[in-house]
């Protein structure tokens, strides 16, 4: 079977935008309900956290820091459950999500971004599933075709999918499904829409990069360390997103907690050097936009990108 394909394959992808987009809107709408009728309970709000933590470091560490960056190495075992945790979020599979971020990285903020705010707010956060969502990993990507483990993930999304709704119909029943599965996508599909939309358009800049990223802490928490965006796009193999202390990133503490134990090894990390090297080049890029009479570093960056998409080639 040619595996690229496989991966660029879109009969599924209608029906998992319909499951994974409008049902649990419903589902959250109902709970609210059961939220002011006070039929929630605290069983409801633990299997919700419970599921929200494991699936959203599935996406965080698991597809994203290490299946895309390669932020840190670990054994198969551990490479297993947070890809699994990740197919588990049922936001799509591995390859596809590795394939479009890379893509996202390489042209950030510029023609072939999949997901600018710069093609509107709206656009960022979901209308570029609409508009076509297209990995190419042939492109963006082409080892991920040979990673083994990631296209058996690839080959059996559904099933993990449907775990994302068959465990906490076991821990609670019915409302179970609605905490457990629905509304926790719903937080967690929006969180991380959020990074693609508010990270690239509200927030504060730190280092100087050539897109439009933020640093927003509100997404910082919500997302498990993944609002540092600006910092990431600067230093995109680190593990660590959150670079100062006050900046919470739950999803490096618990790479941390891992590396401390021996489950995983040559953890990313920048040094201070080289924050500090990005610092200085964003002071100067500063201090040319007040002559300027920019409001800060985030609109020199939409500036230049404009200028980019205008200038020839
Ligand atoms: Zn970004
Ligand atoms: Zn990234």
Excluded at 11 to 33: F, H, K, M, Y
Excluded at 101 to 119: F, K, M, T
Excluded at 261 to 278: N, Y
């Amino acid at each position: 079977m040619n595996p690229t394909r496989k991966v660029i394959s879109s009969r599924s992808d209608r029906l998992i935008i319909l499951v994974g987009a409008i049902l649990p809107l419903i589902g959250t709408l109902v709970a609210l309900v059961l939220v002011w009728e006070r039929l929630a309970t605290w069983r409801d709000v633990a299997i919700l956290a419970g599921m929200y933590f494991l699936t959203g470091i599935g996406i965080t560490i698991g597809y994203h820091r290490m299946l895309t960056h390669h932020s840190f190495r670990t054994s198969p075992v551990v490479r297993f459950i947070f890809l699994a945790l990740g197919s588990i979020a049922g936001h799509t599979s591995p390859v596809r999500w590795a394939a479009i971020h890379i893509q996202h990285h390489a042209r950030a903020d510029v023609e072939g971004d999949p997901h600018s705010p710069l093609d509107g707010l709206f656009h960022a956060h979901f209308g570029w599933f609409y508009d076509g969502m297209n990995p190419q990993p042939e492109t963006y990507g082409r080892w991920l075709l040979k990673d083994r483990m990631a296209l058996f993930f690839q080959r059996t999304f559904m099933l993990w999918f449907a775990v994302g709704f068959v465990v906490p119909y076991l821990l609670g029943g019915w409302t179970g499904v609605l905490w457990g599965g629905l509304v926790r996508m719903f937080l967690s599909h929006h969180v991380t829409w959020s990074v693609n939309s508010i990270c690239h358009t509200f927030g504060f800049r730190t280092f100087e990069t050539d897109d439009v990223s933020t640093n927003n802490w509100w997404v910082g928490l919500l997302a498990l360390g993944e609002g540092w965006h600006n910092n990431h796009h600067a230093f995109p193999q680190s593990a660590f997103h959150g670079l100062r202390w006050w900046q919470i990133d739950f999803s490096a503490y618990v790479i941390w907690l891992l590396e401390k134990v021996g489950l995983v090894w040559q953890v990313q990390r920048v040094s201070k050097e080289a924050q500090d090297a990005r610092l200085l080049q964003l002071a100067t890029v500063k201090s040319n936009a007040t002559t300027r009479n920019d409001a800060n570093g985030q609109m020199t960056g939409a500036r230049r990108r404009r200028v980019r998409s205008q200038s020839p080639g």
